[in-house]
């Protein structure tokens, strides 16, 4: 049984607090209520191992899950599941906080941004061996999808489904603002310009959400100049030259100062998914990952589509094909609580009933037999991310490694910089030198 020590906890903790904005209208999904489930009533009989599973997600996401897991006991009556479901903005905090206790779940929902924090301080096991003896099978599934789960040629997280940062559009109000859809190589200028259409079409509560509520815009025009955020080593930056984040960032704040993009108050208000500003019709466009198309469809109750990021002429693709989520096994369980989590794993990867009813909701499935069996049986929004992902992989270069230990603070000190940017406190040029400074310190510790 392994501890983590207090310093984890009190960082964690602290950047969870400061991110919060960012992970409710960039990258959560869901509602923000933590939420126990129906098992936690129930007691684990003689013979039984209690299995301790955590997720973040969207309510459609909640309700499938617990379906499948009904599948798992009635497969496996050795084992009694208890779950436990949030959304994404309390998530990380509450997980750092049982890391501490020693109290972390059994099997939990990771993020491919946190798997070298959680690998670092020694919190998760190595699933080879689990591999090995036959308990996960991998026969059909190739290696592309399982190496965002690998560090130091270790496993120590298995994807869920593939995904890839993604525009969703509504195409009814792009039609009445006479703005073209999206079509592959549509330019940074073209999105830009479609903002003041918008506002000018819909007036003064309508907005052109922008893909810079967190790094994960950057990051991907980094990737159109063949940069990353990180260097190779994780002990620094990727890009030397300040420019790149003054001319990327540069362009949302404008569109911020002419109350073109939502502001920071208005953003405030967002508390997961079915908060987002194009569910409300405030917006035309969201910046989901491409398996929560099945979420917000569900939330917004209208047509919605999926298109490609903007491309910088003559540049590099900037997408790449990223697991969605990854379940990883806790250290600090026992040796039967982490078979039965293994087996979990392996139900979810491969069982063709419990896919039927997962329907692709994280993502593409893993495995090839899955997804030719479950694509003919796909609604027009599960259908619709599959498409999505063939048309990434025309456009795509190779994941890069997991992030570095330390992301966490990295994103609290970006959000914070950020914060004083969108009130007019500090310049754009200000925010990068700040913004150096702090992650370079963080990294180099």
């Known amino acids: 049984m392994k501890t983590v020590n207090n310093l984890f906890l009190m960082i964690v903790t602290l950047v969870m607090v400061m991110t919060v904005v960012a992970c409710a209208s960039g990258t959560g999904s869901g509602p923000t209520e933590n939420v126990d489930n129906k098992n936690n009533e129930k007691k684990a009989g003689e013979g039984q191992t209690e299995l301790r599973i955590v997720w973040w997600g969207s309510q459609t996401r909640h309700d499938r899950t617990l379906k499948a897991i009904d599948l798992f006991e009635e497969k496996h009556p050795d084992i009694l599941v208890t779950p436990e479901f949030t959304?994404?903005?309390?998530?990380?905090?509450?997980?750092?906080?049982?890391?501490?206790?020693?109290?972390?779940?059994?099997l939990f929902q990771m993020d491919l941004q946190y798997l070298n924090e959680y690998v670092s301080r020694d919190l998760l096991i190595d699933l080879e061996?689990?591999?090995s003896d036959g308990i996960i099978n991998f026969d059909d599934v190739d290696e592309l999808y399982l190496s965002g789960g690998r560090v130091d040629e270790q496993l120590y997280a298995v994807n869920l489904g593939a995904n890839s940062l993604a525009v969703a559009y509504d195409p009814a109000m792009f039609k009445e603002a006479g703005i073209p859809e999206f079509e592959p190589g549509y330019s940074w200028e073209d999105f830009i310009n479609a903002a003041y259409k918008i506002k000018e079409t819909f007036g003064e509560d309508t907005f052109m959400a922008v893909p810079n509520i967190d790094l994960h815009g950057f990051k991907h025009y980094l990737r159109q100049h063949d940069l990353w955020l990180y260097n190779e080593n994780n002990t620094g930056l990727g890009y030397d030259d300040d420019q790149y984040f003054i001319d990327y960032f540069t362009k949302w704040n404008e569109l911020l100062e002419e109350g073109i993009s939502p502001s920071a108050d208005v953003l405030m208000e967002i508390q997961g998914l079915e908060d987002e500003l194009i569910v409300h019709e405030m917006s035309p466009v969201y910046f989901p990952h491409s398996n929560q198309i099945v979420g917000l469809q569900n939330a917004a109750g209208r047509?919605?589509?999926?298109?490609?990021?903007?491309?910088t002429s003559g540049k590099t693709?900037?997408?790449?094909?990223?697991?969605?989520?990854?379940?990883?096994?806790?250290?600090?369980?026992?040796?039967?609580?982490?078979?039965?989590?293994?087996?979990?794993?392996?139900?979810?990867?491969n069982d063709l009933e419990a896919n039927e009813i997962l329907a692709a909701e994280r993502g593409v499935p893993i495995s090839e037999e899955v997804r030719s069996h479950i694509y003919p049986q796909l609604g027009e929004y599960e259908k619709m991310q599959f498409d999505y992902i063939e048309l990434v992989q025309e456009h795509s270069t190779p994941i890069h490694?997991?992030?570095?230990?330390?992301?966490?603070?990295?994103?609290?000190?970006?959000?914070?910089?950020?914060e004083e940017l969108d009130y007019g406190v500090i310049t754009v040029e200000e925010f990068a030198k700040k913004f150096r400074e702090e992650a370079e310190g963080i990294l180099g510790n």
């Open 317 to 349: 693709e900037g997408h790449f094909l990223k697991p969605s989520q990854f379940f990883s096994v806790s250290n600090q369980s026992d040796q039967a609580e982490q078979e039965a989590a293994a087996k979990f794993i392996d139900f979810i990867t």
């Open 87 to 106: 959304g994404w903005e309390g998530y990380w905090e509450r997980l750092a906080t049982q890391a501490a206790g020693n109290n972390l779940p059994d």
């Open 129 to 131: 061996p689990f591999v």
């Open 401 to 418: 490694p997991p992030e570095p230990a330390g992301v966490g603070e990295i994103q609290g000190a970006f959000e914070r910089a950020k």
């Open 303 to 311: 047509p919605l589509k999926l298109a490609l990021m903007p491309s």
